[in-house]
């Protein structure tokens, strides 16, 4: 990496958003420890949802994913200190802070790359798909395998193609809408109503649309679920009906403070440290 020579390590320290001119050892600083701190406070959230559902899926004969999530939620309404101490929960808000973590910071230091080497944008999105979409799917592995030992449990159920290629499309278009999408509908929206400041733009699309997404990618989540259990799409359409509502909440419950809120903290934080070090 190299030090920037002029007295700006940025493009346009005046923009809106920066960009960096060149790498160094400070930009992938910035990025990494933006990538790090977004999740934090988030990651409480996100483990009460994703232990709800695991536990709902080792165990369907006696609980489910709404019995769940209504007692883990109340607990930690009730009582956050305890919550928050308990060690099986430090350990599960630790397995899914470091998905995001890892996945926004890996997005950072990609966006200094290919600011640095003035990438296209369509260039761009596609490193920042491959690299979100590449952290996020590993990541997240690692994650549910360690939640499914740390709960002594085992589902014992085989994943096979099918199921696999469902989720993976799953979190697909959940990191390209979150990276890729977002920003251009942001672009979009500012060059119809050029009034709207482009960092409201930003913080809207980068909002609602993963959010919204959640209608579309809660169908491969389930059929992912139900093949494993029917073997057949056909058979498990009724299950997907039934089921797709109260999943549906649960899953827009996940991604707002995983991806919504935790994109937007993430990006923010990354371009104010940005502005102060570099500008």
């Not at 579309?216 to 498990?236: I, P």
Request: hydrophobic share 45%; glycine share 4%.
């Amino acid at each position: 990496m190299s030090s920037s020579s002029s007295s700006s390590g940025l493009i346009d320290p005046k923009a809106t958003y920066v960009q960096v001119k060149s790498l160094s050892w400070t930009t992938a600083k910035i990025d990494i420890c933006s990538g790090l701190a977004a999740p934090i406070l988030m990651a409480p959230f996100i483990a009460i949802v994703d232990t709800s559902i695991i536990k709902a899926a080792m165990d369907p004969t006696s609980t489910t994913v709404a019995k769940e999530l209504k007692k883990a939620a109340w607990f930690f309404v009730r009582h956050p200190i305890r919550f928050l101490a308990n060690r099986e929960n430090q350990f599960m808000m630790f397995l899914c802070w470091k998905v995001y973590a890892g996945t926004y910071a890996s997005v950072n230091l990609m966006r200094s790359y290919d600011d640095a080497n003035r990438c296209d944008k369509s260039t761009s999105d596609g490193h920042k798909f491959m690299v979100s979409f590449a952290a996020n799917v590993a990541l997240t592995q690692v994650k549910d395998g360690l939640m499914v030992k740390a709960l002594g449990r085992s589902s014992g159920v085989r994943v096979t193609l099918i199921p696999r290629l469902c989720f993976l499309t799953r979190d697909a278009i959940t990191m390209v809408t979150a990276f890729c999408v977002a920003d251009r509908i942001a672009e979009a929206v500012r060059q119809r109503f050029p009034t709207i400041p482009e960092q409201q733009a930003s913080l809207a699309s980068n909002f609602v649309l993963p959010a919204a997404l959640q209608t579309v990618t809660t169908l491969f989540h389930l059929l992912g679920l139900n093949y494993t259990k029917t073997k057949s799409v056909y058979a498990a359409w009724p299950l997907i009906r039934e089921q797709y509502p109260a999943s549906l909440f649960g899953r827009i419950c996940r991604i707002i403070p995983a991806v919504s809120i935790g994109n937007n903290i993430n990006k923010e934080s990354r371009n104010v440290w940005l502005k102060n070090d570099l500008a």
